[in-house]
């Protein structure tokens, strides 16, 4: 059974950085990805995660970078109404957004404060 080729080549990390820097949206990509990465080296999603694992490799750097575009596009396609705003959302999750309301007060040290409540009833 023959898989996916697994050797690394600098022309497979020019490609990479090539996607990064735009190649993504001549793929016609809605935004970058690590998957959209994968069909356009041609590499599986396994191979990519094992090079980054090693220093001599540059997908350490080309996975965060792709992270970041990431975030960046959704950020921007989410505040220009051009992407679906629950799909941001989900989305925004992975990079740590969350939309949570925190109704916690705080005294000294960060600690809660402790109130309570009397009735007078006359």
């Known amino acids: 059974m ?10 497979i990390a020019d490609s990479a ?3 990064i820097e735009g190649g993504w949206i001549k793929a016609d990509h809605a935004m970058p990805s690590v998957v959209g990465l994968c069909r356009v080296i041609g590499r599986a999603k396994s191979t ?5 694992q090693d220093e001599e490799k540059q997908f350490s750097d080309i996975l965060a970078s792709i992270k970041e575009l990431q ?5 921007n396609g989410g ?4 992407m ?8 925004l999750g992975k990079h740590g957004y ?5 109704n916690t007060l705080s005294g000294p040290n960060g600690n809660p404060i ?8 006359i």
């Open 2 to 11: 023959a898989g996916r080729p697994t050797e690394y080549t600098q022309e």
């Open 17 to 19: 950085w090539d996607y």
């Open 48 to 52: 990519i995660y094992d090079w980054a």
């Open 71 to 75: 975030e960046l596009t959704l950020m």
């Open 79 to 82: 505040l220009r109404g051009e």
């Open 84 to 91: 679906n705003s629950n799909i941001v959302k989900l989305a």
């Open 98 to 102: 969350h939309d949570k309301a925190d």
């Open 114 to 121: 402790e109130t309570t409540a009397s009735f007078n009833f």
